[in-house]
């Protein structure tokens, strides 16, 4: 086995509202080793893989034990080690099964905690998600962050997500109140197969969003303070058919998560 390098952050100091916040605007990857599973080119202790199969609205899960390490878990259809560039890889068909809460199948991680429990922290602190990715092919748009309530209330919506579209515009939705209702902001446009990084922050009631260097705030509304939350990132399509060819892939080259 060859040797790999470490992940290296570059990081740059800004000031939001205020206060002094570390604001990472860029992510280059690791040299990942293309015969390993993603476990063995990414630190998976902290993420629970959704799939898209198993039984009407139960999909299966990987646990970050079964996840981790140079012998963890991968999938040929949905989940893998690109042989060529040793990318983490991503696959969701538009036919595919779903949770209760969603028309479109994914391939998708959830943030989950060291110990094993389910991630959910409060909008107090500074909490970041970094990634270094590219979409080789999507059929209509792609979710590759999101920021998503956990417990304090009834909804199961997102706080956030991050699309992508064929023609490579880059979308935030941000949801308007817990009760639903998304707003669009068009952050970025980067053409099909092209690599680029996104840095998701969230501290206290804004969040900090950067594509490729370029920084933009949103206010988060009051009415989500009740609310705890957890990252997520992969390949969340956002179609729905009777096809299994149609789909999105989506390649990550690096994934991290921090909370300060």
Known sequence: MRKRTLLTLAVSAVVVGGLGVAGITTASAATLDPALPPGGNFDLSVWQLQLPTGSPGKPDTISPAQLKGPNGYTNPAYFWTDKNDGSMTFWAPEKGVTTPNSNYARSEFREMNKD????????????????QLRIPSVTKNVCVGQVHLGSGGSSTKPLLELYYRPNGDIYLGTENSPAGGQTLHKVGNVALGVKWTYVINVTGNTINLTVNGSRTSYAIPSSFNPYRQYFKAGSYNQSSSDSTTNGAKVKFYSLT???G
């Open 116 to 131: 094993g429990s389910a991630a959910d922290w409060t909008l107090a602190g500074n909490h970041t998600l970094s990634a």
């Open 257 to 259: 998560v921090k909370h």
